[in-house]
Every structure is written in C-alpha cells, then in structure tokens.
C-alpha cells in the first residue's frame, strides 16, 4: 500500500494515524537547478526520500511543500534567476504551522519535517515552535515534532566515497553530485547529463549582499559541478540517508 497521503483514502488515513503512524512532511522549493535538471528537485526528492523512511518506520508522507523560502546566492544560486519561485520567510512559517495544527487535528501525535531545500530550515522550524506553543496552550501535551534535513544524515564514509577529491561542504552541493545523483537513480527521465555544466566549484564571499551582485553566482546556477554523479552514488545516497534518518526518527518517536 502506498505511503503517500494524497493517494489514500480519506478513511484508511485516518486509521493509519489513529493507530499512531508518524506524519512525514516534505518541504522542497521551486528553484533553477542548472541546465540538467528540473525546477522541483528539492521537491521530489524530499517526498521520494520520506516515501522511503516511512516505509522503514510505517509513517505516513503527506502532500508536499511545494514552494519554499527565498533562494540565497551561498546556498542555491540567488533568488533573483529565472524560474526559481519563492515564498517570503512568513508564508513558509504560516505553511509548516497550518499542517503541524492540521495533522495534530487528525490525531497525529508524532510529526516530523523532511527538509530538501537549504534555505527552509529556520522557517520550518519557527512554524513547528509557534504551532506546539498554540497546540499547548489549548491543552495537547503529546505532540513532538521533528526536523531534519536529508543531507545530514549521509555519513562520512559515504561522502568520502561519493567525493575522492575531496567535499566542498553541502551549502555548494546546489545542483551538484548529491542532488544530480539521486535524481540519476530516482528520476532518470528528468536529467540530461549531456547538459551537465562541469565547472569548478563557485567562490563566494563569506557575507551576503543585497541586492545581490549577479556576477558572484556562475552562469550555469549551479555552485559544484554535477559531472561526476552517477546512478549508483544515488542509490548508495538514498540507502544511507534514509537507514539512518528512519533510525533518528523510530529513536526520538520511541516507535
Ligand atoms: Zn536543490
């Protein structure tokens, strides 16, 4: 059966959460991701990997976030290149509120954020706080909410094996070998690797500015090359990344 919310019906998703299965949400963002690969990557990949651990840890995925917060030039290129559609940092905070109130109005006692886009996390983060002081104010004491964001939990030993020439952090990674990688493995059909832009990675300063300066982002809006991504390195990705964060969410869930 599936796990994914939106393609059950309306009574055996009841049932499932009544019997206390965890709600996963995916929160991605419509954002450039070079020449190679769709807008929504943060999207599908978010949702493919939370449809992955709940099934390690019987949750349920609810729709996703389909937009997210602002990209930002050290982390995804900037917010002002074309295609990229964002929500101010209120909107996401309402979004992640609305659903934390939505699902614990369901029944939903254990919820956990499957973040796929760099720049949401805060935000996610201040809706989740914002909706248990609410939820505790009106008396629900036994709602936990977790947060993560996929990346973290790929282990050192993976990223020495997918990196041999060494990891320039994941804040570069936008539409590098992670994100190129486990699209290669998931979504084969919406990557074109003849289009890979193979450049070194991008230099920017350690400061923001506003507006943005264009010129500090690389043309092709990826800030590492996604040359050396492969299919295999997304399947190994995936495997990893997901063992592990099912392992953190039936841990801190006491599932
Ligand atoms: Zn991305």
Redesign the pocket.
């Known amino acids: 059966m599936t796990v994914y919310m939106e393609e059950l019906d309306a009574f055996t998703y009841s049932e499932k959460i009544r019997a206390g299965a965890p709600v996963l949400i995916p929160a991605g ?1 419509i ?1 450039q ?1 070079g020449r190679h690969m769709p807008l929504h ?2 999207t599908i990949l978010s949702r493919r990997i939370a449809g992955e651990t709940a099934r390690e840890v019987g949750a349920v995925v609810s729709a996703p976030i389909t937009y997210g917060y602002k990209s930002q030039q050290r982390s ?1 290129g900037g917010n002002h290149l074309p295609g990229t559609t964002s929500l101010d940092g209120e909107v996401v905070t309402t979004i992640a509120k609305s659903l934390v109130n939505e699902f614990a109005r369901h029944g939903a006692t254990n919820i956990c954020f499957i973040n ?2 760099f720049e949401n996390y805060q935000f996610l983060y201040e809706g989740a706080d914002l909706a248990l002081r609410e939820l505790k104010s009106a008396g629900v004491e036994d709602l936990r909410i977790m947060l993560l964001s996929y990346w973290d939990f790929v282990d050192d030993a993976t990223i020495d094996r997918l990196y041999p020439d060494g990891f320039a952090g994941w804040d570069l990674e ?2 590098g070998v992670l ?1 190129t990688s486990l699209m290669l493995h998931l979504f084969p059909e919406q990557v074109d690797m003849t289009k890979v832009d193979d450049g070194p990675p991008a230099i920017l300063p350690n400061y923001d500015i506003l507006p943005v300066r264009p010129e500090l982002t690389p043309a092709s809006g990826c800030l590492s090359s996604g040359a050396d991504a492969t299919a295999e390195k997304g399947k190994l990705l995936l495997q990893h990344a997901s063992a592990r964060m099912s392992a953190a969410i039936t841990n801190e869930f006491g599932l």
């Open positions: 963002s954002e991701h990557v943060d995804g796929g886009h936008h539409g994100e």
